[in-house]
């Protein structure tokens, strides 16, 4: 059964999609799903080109811009929100051991191997494959003052290779 709330998740050659077909069906170790106490608020989507600008003007005083396009610079997901410290200590220790995972295998997953299922908003939902994946850049657990039991977290989920 498909994903009903937001998780992320992880291949390994071995649940390849041809293996797992369904991200869902794949071993509990390799999936933090978001709870009813684990709140996702924010879910943003960041491209960025990478296009450089190059002045340049001739003998006739004429000025142009010339630019050149090297590809992209950043696309990346950025998801935010919080977690219940009570009831979401494991999801708080898993989100950990996914960050210190090695982010991407050589014989398969070579632009990593995250990926991340948004049901409400299909279109951020992204599983890996040999030719594009995410992993991990970065990830941000706080606690937040004076609210006791409330730990506010961000994951930076940057994409690799070839997006269509």
Do not use: C, W
């Not at 950043?74 to 220790?93: M, P, R």
């Amino acid at each position: 059964m498909p994903f009903t709330k937001p998780a992320i998740f992880f291949r390994t050659e071995a649940t390849k999609q041809s293996v797992t077909a369904d991200p869902s069906n794949l071993p509990a170790a390799q999936i933090l799903e978001f709870t009813d106490n684990s709140i996702v608020e924010v879910v943003d989507n960041k491209y960025q080109n990478n296009v450089s600008i190059d002045p340049v003007s001739n003998p006739d005083g004429v000025k142009k811009a010339v630019l050149q396009d090297n590809g992209r610079l950043e696309d990346s997901v950025t998801i935010a929100g919080i977690f219940n410290l009570a009831n979401d200590s494991a999801l708080i220790t898993k989100l950990k051991t996914f960050s210190r995972k090695l982010q991407i295998e050589t014989s398969f997953h070579k632009f990593g191997i995250f990926g991340l299922a948004y049901p409400v908003a299909t279109t951020f939902s992204l599983d890996p494959s040999d030719t594009v994946g995410l992993y991990i850049d970065n990830i941000d657990i706080t606690a937040k003052g004076q609210t006791k039991g409330i730990i506010a977290f961000t994951i930076v989920l940057k994409t690799g290779g070839t997006l269509v």
